[in-house]
């Protein structure tokens, strides 16, 4: 694979991603939480800094942003709809729009629900998607500004893409996500043998991100609205996809 990816944890819970071309020795960087953790896995790899994507305006996402392009004055890419509470944009996007990066297409998709005007970029060429605080390691994001349906929206769009695509999501959450996941789906097989899996991983400090779309489609409850033995656990064996999901996502606003 040409393309590397590097995991940078930043904050106490957020995640950047390093997406190095080795042939072109070109790098973009997904989101900036923090700037001296993104500095030092730049430097001790001796790469710089082409790119920055930007998925949502959140400052967990975009603070570190000024310092980054001190050091490396790259170019930033965001939500075109959103750049009026994004940092200033040198390329706009929008839902379905692509730009090249190293030989590689990126395909933008508005992902919006945490936020209005979120965006995942969606590398096929790495089989990898950086779905931020949309699609997360058995979860979603909050919805802050968004409403279910488009929620919903956002994440069957997201299910559409090969299952074998790796999911980059924003923060290290996924420890707690599998509680609440088992309190839905407590019978998933898969699900059970995960969440153990995850209290392995992160009793060693291994990142659980990312995450694989086979993985979510399997275990993630907020993908899973269809599900007969979920809608039964809720009471909601006639209700829409996107009541089911509606209610998942309250449960665990409360859990």
Not at 96 to 114: K, M, N, P, W, Y
Not at 238 to 249: L, S
Request: glycine share 6%; aromatic share 6%; with cysteine.
């Amino acid at each position: 694979m040409p393309i590397e990816i590097v995991t940078v944890p930043c904050l106490s819970d957020n995640y950047a991603f390093l997406v190095h071309d080795r042939a072109s020795g070109r790098t973009a960087l997904v989101d900036v939480p923090e700037a001296a953790p993104i500095l030092n896995a730049l430097s001790a790899r001796a790469w710089r800094l082409d790119e920055v994507w930007l998925t949502h305006h959140h400052p967990d996402h975009v603070q570190g942003l000024a310092r980054v392009l001190k050091d490396h004055p790259a170019q930033v890419t965001g939500a075109g709809a959103d750049a009026h509470r994004l940092p200033p944009l040198n390329r706009r996007v929008g839902d379905g729009d692509t730009f090249d990066f190293a030989d590689q297409s990126v395909l933008v998709l508005d992902v919006s629900g945490h936020t209005r005007g979120h965006i995942a970029f969606y590398v096929p060429g790495a089989d990898a998607a950086f779905t931020a605080d949309s699609l997360m390691a058995l979860g979603c994001g909050r919805l802050f500004e968004g409403a279910a349906d488009q929620m919903w929206d956002s994440l069957t769009k997201l299910m559409s893409l090969p299952q074998g695509t790796q999911i980059f999501s924003g923060h290290e959450y996924t420890a707690s996500n599998a509680k609440f996941a088992l309190t839905i789906d407590p019978d998933n097989p898969e699900l059970i043998s995960r969440s153990k899996e995850i209290a392995t991983a992160r009793a060693a400090g291994i990142p659980t991100v990312p995450s694989t779309l086979a993985q979510e489609m399997a275990t993630n409850p907020f993908l899973r609205a269809s599900n007969p033995d979920i809608r039964h656990r809720l009471g909601l064996p006639d209700a829409t996809d996107v009541q089911v999901f509606a209610e998942i996502r309250a449960r665990k606003d409360a859990f």
